[in-house]
């Protein structure tokens, strides 16, 4: 569960980050939370999340995950603390409800704001201290960025996602 915990600390599994003109571009309500309509098409882009991953940042400690698809809809996320994956630290999903994509990592959630073939874009909802920007670079390759904090006193995390051959 430590491993699970530093990983919320940081503010999400991934060094690039999605460029600052899609985030403001980004459709949320009054309330900062988002309101672009997804479709199942949309979620089929993050096809790319399949598989078994290894997760290293700067000054961070490096965690593993395995994402499965279990439904159009769904995706099953498990979180471990060794490269063989073989202690689980925790669980998340990802999963498309009435036009939103969610993202859930133990007490947190987060909703997507922008979803292509390149990645993905999500703000905290509940429980969640910081936004994720997910990068896409190549089937066995992406990035998950963390920001947390305000303008000027902004920590930024890059986990250099690699796929994992456990």
């Given at each position: ?15 690039a980050?999605?460029?600052?003109p ?12 988002p ?79 922008h ?23 190549s089937?066995d ?19 250099h996602m ?5």
């Amino acid at each position: 569960m430590a491993a699970c915990r530093t990983f919320i600390g940081f503010g999400l599994a991934a060094a690039a980050v999605m460029a600052s003109p899609r985030r403001s571009a980004a459709q949320t309500s009054a309330r900062g939370q988002p309101t672009t309509a997804f479709a199942v098409a949309d979620f089929a882009k993050l096809r790319w999340l399949e598989g078994a991953w290894a997760g290293k940042a700067t000054g961070a400690r490096d965690f593993f995950e395995r994402c499965h698809f279990v439904s159009d809809t769904s995706i099953e996320i498990t979180y471990y603390t060794d490269s063989t994956f073989a202690h689980e630290a925790g669980s998340g999903r990802l999963y498309l409800s009435v036009g939103r994509i969610f993202h859930t990592m133990g007490p947190g959630r987060w909703g997507a704001t922008h979803v292509d073939d390149d990645g993905a874009y999500f703000v905290p909802q509940e429980n969640a201290p910081n936004s994720l920007a997910w990068s896409h670079r190549s089937n066995d390759e992406w990035t998950a960025t963390l920001r947390a904090g305000f303008v000027g006193r902004e920590r930024v995390t890059v986990y250099h996602m690699r796929r994992a051959r456990p």
